[in-house]
RNA sequence: CGGGGUGUAGCUCAGCCUGGUAGAGCGCUACGUUCGGGACGUAGAGGUCGGUGGUUCGAUUCCACUCACCCCGACCA
């Protein structure tokens, strides 16, 4: 019998992150690289993932009076020349369409025929062709305002990608709304932005800065763009959400325009905002082990898993009969606004194996559950949040009746954790020795920095230093808005607070 | 788009230098023994060695071309 592993994922995050990364999502069954260059395939388990996240947010953005619609996957080329920042932006990285037939080639296989008379480009992000049809929709201020999301996919023609994380296609929701006046851009702008956060912490328990972009981290061709960033295991940010203040831009760009209360012809106000499987990203590398994924219970696709064990036919029906009880039990108790969601695994491989694959996935409960338990009358709990060794025995009737409780402790230890790892990497920093050394050496886990808050003039300065230490300028941080200071490069006055971090 | 590398079983790779048409581990199938921390044994299935062309009696092996993918840079939700 060989040695037995320690943990479930080879190597562990101190090892070797990137690759544990990989290994988390290969072990846990979310996607796998497909042969299209740059695409994934996301399996099951990570697209339930993908739908409870889904299923959430858009009952958020319609308690928010938002509504659904679709508009196409391609855009003329033309349409994204409008606006000019927004060519530069995109310009790089799109697919091109400029055919639309194939034919037989002299090889025997087949060659694109029917050249286009305009190329079409696969949508990297819509504004622009929703922009021209929201130009027609608008024509009073009675029309307005518009709030309309899109559940899509986009492709940005990505060189180095990772899954979930920078993928050529993508999943994602956008968001573009039209308005009559600045002040309810803005104001529809920073409630996504609200809202993005409330997501991320409440449901994710990952938890984010709020913020404000500065001037070069901008979305091209907009006004003003925040974002929530989080910090990752390694120490690095991710920018999990984005939330455009497009002003007038685009409306110029695509002719929005109206006629306002006074008879005026004026151009409308938009926004644009979106989160994307990017988000799958952010919570494996927010909570996950070296034994695999932990999932927070409000989006893990299953709460419960019951494991049965048993030799012989006669334990057989015996345990699978008291397990089909308990998983009806435990079904009929509320989580979370639905059901607890109960998974009998009665596969015919063996019980090691089969706790190890739940672990690796990530389900926040395991019930083992065999002939002691039964004579007991009760299981025998694991919790995901816990070290795969820490499981105890509890009767079954206190287990069915706190399970909801028990989901939502695991829930907040997820949060709760995530963020005292944040805070304690986080560091207020103003000067620029400190600044190099904190992002320079290595803390535990060979991991340099974390977050550092330190004032920003943000109109040029910092960029060989932060070039060499490979940091940017995350976000200037809502919550902070009113603490101004010297810029730590240029000794500005009167700059803002900005976190600055390594970011994916 | 620059620099480097790799293509052999479903996966990870050995074999190639010193040509004689294929191997290991994992996985998969069957049976048996097992079974509350990732099992073991036995028997099997599975490959036109990335593609094309050349050298040769003979090419996975040598040569040329080509395609694909990976890694490091520049760029990025």
Redesign the pocket.
């Known amino acids: ?2 040695k ?6 080879t190597p562990m995050r101190a090892e070797d992150y ?1 690759e544990w990364y990989q290994q988390v999502i290969k ?1 846990a069954e979310l996607a796998e ?1 497909s ?4 695409c994934m395939v996301i399996k099951p388990w990570g697209y339930s993932i993908w739908e409870n996240m889904q299923g959430v947010l858009d009952g958020m953005f319609k308690e928010t009076g938002h509504v659904n619609a679709y508009f196409p996957l391609f855009i003329p080329m033309s349409y994204l020349e409008r606006e000019a920042e927004h060519v530069e ?1 995109f310009a ?2 799109c697919a091109v369409v400029t055919h639309h037939r194939l034919e037989p080639d002299p090889e025997g296989g087949l060659k694109p025929a029917g050249e286009l008379e305009e190329p079409l480009i696969v949508r990297p992000t819509s504004e622009t062709i929703i922009g021209e049809t929201y130009s027609k929709w608008v024509q009073s201020y009675r029309d307005l305002p518009i709030l309309i999301n899109q559940w899509a996919n986009v492709v ?1 023609w ?5 899954l ?7 999943l ?1 929701q956008e968001g573009h709304t039209v308005h009559a006046t600045e002040a309810e851009a803005v104001e529809e702008t920073e409630a996504i932005l609200d809202l993005y956060g409330r997501f991320a912490e409440e449901y994710m328990a990952m938890p984010v800065v709020k913020g404000e972009k500065t001037r ?2 901008r ?1 091209p061709g907009a006004v003003n763009t925040y ?1 929530i960033e989080a910090m990752m295991q390694d120490h690095k940010a ?5 939330s455009h203040f497009l002003g007038q831009n685009f409306s110029k760009a695509c002719k929005i325009n109206f006629l306002d209360q006074e008879g005026q012809e004026v151009f409308a106000w938009t926004t644009s905002w ?1 989160v ?3 988000l799958i ?1 952010g919570l494996i590398m927010t909570h996950s082990d070296d ?2 994924l932990v999932l927070p219970p409000r989006l893990a696709p299953r709460h419960v898993v019951i494991i049965p ?4 036919d006669d334990e057989r029906s015996e345990v699978l009969g008291y397990c089909e009880k308990l998983k009806a039990e435990v079904e009929a108790r509320e989580y979370d606004d639905g059901k607890v969601r109960v998974e009998l695994d009665d596969r015919d ?5 089969k ?3 739940h ?2 996935k990530g389900v926040p409960i395991r019930l ?8 007991s009358d009760s ?2 709990m694991g919790r995901r949040d816990l ?5 105890s ?1 509890v009767s079954r009737e206190e287990f069915i009746t706190r399970v909801p409780e028990i989901l939502g402790e695991i829930q907040k230890s997820l949060y709760d954790k995530a963020l005292k790892f944040r805070e304690d990497r986080t560091r207020t920093i103003d000067n620029l020795d400190e600044f190099r050394e904190f992002f320079s050496s290595e803390a535990e886990g060979g991991f340099a920095g974390g977050f550092a808050l330190s004032h920003f003039a943000d109109d040029g300065g910092g960029e060989d230093l932060l ?1 060499e230490l490979k940091v940017t300028p995350r976000c200037i941080p809502v919550e902070e808005a009113g603490n101004l200071g010297e810029c730590i490069f240029t000794g500005k006055p009167g700059s803002r607070l900005t976190v600055f971090a390594k ?2």
């Open positions: 019998m060989a037995k592993q320690q943990n479930a994922i990137p072990a690289v042969p299209v260059r740059g932006g790089k990285e940005r990505e060189l180095r990608t990772r979930f994380l920078r993928t050529a296609e993508f994602w070069d981290e979305f974002s991710l920018q999990a959400g984005t979106g994307s499987t990017r990203g034994d695999g064990i048993f030799r012989g491989i063996r019980g090691g194996e706790v190890w694959q672990i690796k083992e559950v065999g002939p002691r338990d039964i004579a299981v025998f070290s795969p060794k820490d499981k025995g070039k970011a994916y």
